[in-house]
């Protein structure tokens, strides 16, 4: 009996670390500016407190199944808010956007784990009330009717502040300008199925960077640029664990240009001209209307005062160094090339649509074996990761050939 108090225990320690954790990543990163920004996260705290009490009042049952099947809830609903839990951090984590509401999908997951664990307390809650002499019937609907309760109200409390705090914002003035996009916050977003474009013109950063699983960095890469129609210009750097270095491209209409410090800048062929190396690569290669049919809607978000639908779609490795070429950097070889690559690597790609229907943010993360190439450390798993934001995209530059 004192073996199982302590595993039941130690299993409600877990739930309500768990929930912490989640509520902690809301307190930190929850910010969209309406006025009770505070309160939505002070409601994510009430999870944990539920989740407490079985801290304090174990769910114990007597006989082998009914033990057992207690203990499966607590770890279901541990098995069903670990995968919340890290999209909740991705999300706020990334930067430079704030969750207004949640998806549906995202919103249940969440309930889901909620009623599990609110089910996990109000049993044994149920046990304190009733003593553990009490029919096992009566403890089971007891504790079911608080589990019910403490969902209903946890969830009213935390939807209900969300969405008041929706509601503040939408009826705030809107800002003069956003380099993100439409700051209406009456415009809806489009699906993430829907038509999808790149804005005329676009100033884009990214940054890249990877690890080994042992803990081993990989390098990282920055770039700046700025693209006009199918005209483009970036500065990339660059230190990996292969080389280090700065590069150069300039494309104009159907001619392009390479600077390396080794090499000055170098004429690139026709043949190896590529249709875009910035946002539009992003669209070109992952994001067509076939790839994006069955995209996952993470929610509408708020990204720089801007309105912008997150979405989410499964990736493979050579479709992610299309579409961030500068992840090629890490293998040795130029972004210009297309020779495919890391063919067993998987990951996924999110994106951000704006109010414009355009791609404002994009961001990718691919994991595969060392054996795949040459990587630094022993680790058995090496992770990518870049970054790429489109902004100022109603702007107009003129790209320049380099100088001679």
């Given at each position: ?8 225990r130690l299993?409600a ?20 500016g309406?006025?009770?920004d ?8 009430l ?13 114990l049952a007597?006989?082998?199944?009914a ?17 919340s839990?890290?999209s ?24 889901l ?5 609110c ?18 019937w ?7 009717l ?6 209903s ?6 939807g ?39 804005g005329?013109?676009?100033?884009v ?51 392009g ?8 800048w ?15 690569a ?13 995209a ?10 801007a309105?912008?639908r ?34 067993v ?14 791609l ?10 060392t054996f ?6 022993r ?26």
């Open positions: 009996m004192r073996v199982r108090l302590f595993e039941l299993l320690i877990t739930l309500v670390t768990l929930w912490v954790v989640a509520g902690l990543a809301i307190l930190t990163g929850y910010r969209p309406g006025p009770v505070l309160i939505v996260a002070a409601a994510a705290f999870p944990p407190a539920a989740a407490a009490l079985a801290v304090i009042w174990p769910p007597r006989g082998d199944r033990a057992a099947a207690v203990g499966w809830l607590g770890i279901a609903s541990a098995v069903l808010l670990l995968p839990i890290g909740i951090v991705r999300n706020l984590a990334a930067g430079g956007r704030q969750t207004i509401l949640p998806s549906a999908e995202v919103a249940y997951a969440l309930m784990a909620l009623a599990a664990t089910l996990f307390s109000g049993l044994g809650v149920a046990r304190a009330v009733l003593g553990q002499t009490a029919l096992r009566r403890r089971l609907v007891l504790g079911t608080i589990a019910v309760t403490a969902t109200l946890t969830a009213a409390a935390f209900g502040a969300a969405l008041a705090n929706e509601l503040a914002l939408r009826d705030a003035p809107p800002p003069q300008a956003s380099r993100w996009g439409p700051t209406d916050l009456t415009l809806e977003p489009r699906d993430c199925d829907g038509p999808l474009r790149a005329r013109g676009a100033r950063d990214l940054d890249a960077s990877g690890r080994v699983d042992d803990g081993t960095a990989v390098g990282t890469v920055t770039l700046e640029g700025v693209r006009s129609g199918t005209d483009e210009r970036w500065t990339a750097s660059r230190a990996t664990h292969r080389d280090a270095g700065q590069t150069q491209y300039v494309r104009v209409g159907e001619r240009w390479l600077y390396e410090v080794e090499h000055g170098r004429s690139i062929p026709e043949s190896r001209q590529l249709p875009g190396t910035l946002d539009t992003v669209i070109n290669a992952a994001l067509s209307e076939a790839d994006r049919a069955a996952e809607d993470v929610g509408v978000e708020l990204v720089g005062d309105r912008a997150h979405c989410r779609r499964a990736i493979d490795g050579p479709t992610a160094l299309a579409a961030f070429p500068a992840l090629r950097w890490f293998l040795s070889q130029n972004p210009l090339d297309t020779e495919p690559a890391l063919r690597w998987r990951g996924s790609l999110d994106w951000w649509v704006f109010a414009d229907g355009e404002g943010m994009a961001a990718v993360e691919i994991s595969g074996p795949s190439g040459e990587w630094p450390g680790g058995l798993q090496v992770t990518l990761q870049a970054q790429l934001t489109a902004l100022d995209r109603s702007s107009e530059t003129v790209i320049e050939p380099p100088p001679r």
